[in-house]
């Protein structure tokens, strides 16, 4: 090496070592600052039972909610069949929606001094809702399966709701009346009304005994009440 190059070494690892303070320090794991299910209390002027018990009931619906908001995105990407553009972008919507709950009900649980269940194993191994599987399914399947989970949350809700009002915990309250059921109760009207069975062009005329022709055999009118 040329004493030109040798300098030029020594340069360089004198760089090394001006910065090693700013390199980042990976893999590095720790014990945890809080367990799961325990309270690091907040001053709320709550008490820590309390605190406890919304905390822990809002984690079964923060999973509840996790999962109907990935199954609105599931049913986004697979729908199928002439309503597919309608459906594709109302379960778009709805996961938005759902995951705006989602944040507000896991950072309700924060606030409360709780930990939030957050990781797709734990909601998995949480959830009360019933796994779909992997493959495709048709639209008044995907319907149903959103029907059912909205109702699980809206009954869990409506008794967590009720709980907390009675331990006054009003601010749980008023997330789980104004938020949760109200958004679950207008996403549950604006998907049942896909699985009413109505005609799309040709108008049903109704059970026979009820019908006369009136000279044109394609046509029909409704008896006149005597
Ligand atoms: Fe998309």
């Known amino acids: 090496m040329s004493p030109k190059n040798s300098k030029r070494g020594e340069s360089y690892s004198q760089l090394e070592a001006g910065t090693k303070r700013a390199k980042p320090v990976q893999h590095q ?3 945890e600052i809080q367990p799961y299910g325990k309270i690091a209390k907040l001053p709320i002027a709550l008490d820590e039972k309390v605190c406890a018990e919304s905390a822990e ?3 079964q619906l923060l999973a509840d909610t996790m999962t109907l908001r990935d199954m609105y995105k599931k049913h986004h990407w697979q729908v199928a069949g002439h ?16 995951d705006e709950l989602v944040d507000e009900i896991a950072e309700r649980i924060q ?4 930990i939030s269940l957050a990781m797709a194993g734990d909601i998995a191994e949480t959830t009360m809702i019933e796994r779909p599987p992997r493959g495709r399914e048709e639209v008044p399947v995907q319907i149903s399966r959103l029907l059912e989970a909205h109702e699980l949350i809206l009954k869990e809700a409506r008794t967590m709701a009720k709980q ?6 009003d ?3 008023d997330l789980l009346v104004s938020d949760v059921i109200r958004t679950n109760e207008l996403q549950v009207w604006f998907i049942a009304e896909h699985l009413v ?5 040709r108008a049903d005329p109704g059970p026979p005994s009820q019908l006369e022709t009136d000279g044109h055999p394609e046509q029909f009118t409704l008896k006149r009440q005597r």
């Not at 606030?111 to 709780?114: D, Q, T, V």
Request: hydrophobic content about 35%; aromatic content about 8%; overall charge negative.
């Open 197 to 201: 069975d109505v005609p799309v062009v």
């Open 29 to 31: 794991r720790g014990a």
């Open 83 to 98: 309503t597919f553009y309608q459906l594709h972008l109302l379960f778009d919507k709805h996961h938005g929606e759902q």
């Open 164 to 169: 907390a009002t009675e331990a006054g915990d």
């Open 57 to 59: 009931n809002l984690n």
């Open 171 to 173: 601010g749980t309250n």
């Open 111 to 114: 606030l409360l001094g709780g």
